[in-house]
């Protein structure tokens, strides 16, 4: 083999190992969303009328991306708008979860159901649990 090729099928390796974590890591936020989550904000991301806003296309997430992390583990109990809407009930928190399945939880609900927010990273998440209000 010259070493062309060899460069070649390494490179191919490693996109498909890369490509192959990355979807792993999407699947498993798109479980864990679907397990905690959904019941409430809905599979499809569009929340439950005036009780529980939605995700998908939600203003909110890109306004307040430094507080999702801190929500999701401590809940929200605000009146919030999102999309133009209010909303007044309260989200209780999800301290079972560690921070990588949150960090999980967030890149699958910023590239879900048309949504296009910027992958967040364990050690962003990390930085924002410590400073949660
Ligand atoms: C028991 C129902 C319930 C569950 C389960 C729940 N939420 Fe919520 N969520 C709410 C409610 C109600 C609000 C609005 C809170 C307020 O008005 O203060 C909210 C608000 C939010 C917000 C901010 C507003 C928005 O629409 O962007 C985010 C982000 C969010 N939830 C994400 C999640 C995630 C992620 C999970 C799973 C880990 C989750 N929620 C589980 C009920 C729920």
Not at 41 to 46: K, N, Q
Not at 112 to 128: D, F, R, Y
Request: net charge neutral; proline share 3%.
């Amino acid at each position: 083999m010259n070493a062309k090729i060899k460069v070649i099928i390494f490179f191919l390796l490693a996109l498909s190992i890369w490509s192959a974590c990355n979807s792993n890591i999407y699947q498993q936020g798109e479980w864990l969303y679907n397990t905690n989550c959904a019941n409430c904000h809905m599979e499809d991301g569009t929340g439950l009328g005036t009780n529980i806003p939605p995700l998908a296309g939600a203003d909110y997430l890109a306004l307040y991306k430094n507080q999702l992390a801190c929500i999701i583990r401590y809940g929200i109990k605000d009146t919030i708008i999102v999309n133009g809407k209010t909303y007044s009930q309260a989200m209780a928190g999800h301290a079972k979860l560690t921070e990588t399945e949150i960090t999980n939880i967030i890149n699958y609900i910023h590239q879900a159901w048309g949504n296009e927010l910027p992958p967040i990273s364990l050690v962003e998440v990390t930085e924002q649990l410590k400073n949660c209000k």
